[in-house]
Nanobody, 118 residues
Framework: VQLQASGGGLVQAGGSLRLSCAASGRTFSGYRMGWFRQAPGKEREFVAAISWTGGNTFYADSVKGRFTISIINAKNTVYLQMNSLKFEDTAVYYC????????????WGQGTQVTVSS
């Protein structure tokens, strides 16, 4: 299984970025796809998640109203549209996948750096 995250970069505060996570290696029906982030010196934290069918979405309070998670099943790709970026959104962003019935995430991507300049 591979989760390939991309789309990170340097952006000014107030700007936007769209992250992509290309999933391959198995069938992901019955899975939940998530985005997490880890800032320097901080623990990894949950950002957003979506069921593989796209019917359910979940967000951390810190990103609600600014970030949108979506999925295109035909492309096996999950997206994270990030708007109104803040300096505190600076982190390495990881995509992950888990079976819906499980608590922990089974698979993790390699991460993509997002840097927001103030």
């Amino acid at each position: 299984v591979q989760l390939q995250a991309s789309g990170g970069g340097l952006v000014q505060a107030g700007g936007s970025l769209r992250l992509s996570c290309a999933a391959s290696g198995r069938t992901f029906s019955g899975y939940r796809m998530g985005w997490f982030r880890q800032a320097p010196g901080k623990e990894r934290e949950f950002v957003a998640a979506i069921s593989w069918t796209g019917g359910n979405t979940f967000y951390a309070d810190s990103v609600k109203g600014r970030f949108t998670i979506s999925i295109i099943n035909a492309k096996n790709t999950v997206y994270l549209q990030m708007n109104s970026l803040k300096f505190e959104d600076t982190a390495v962003y990881y995509c992950a996948a888990r079976r819906i019935a499980q608590l922990g995430y089974d698979y993790w991507g390699q991460g993509t750096q997002v840097t927001v300049s103030s």
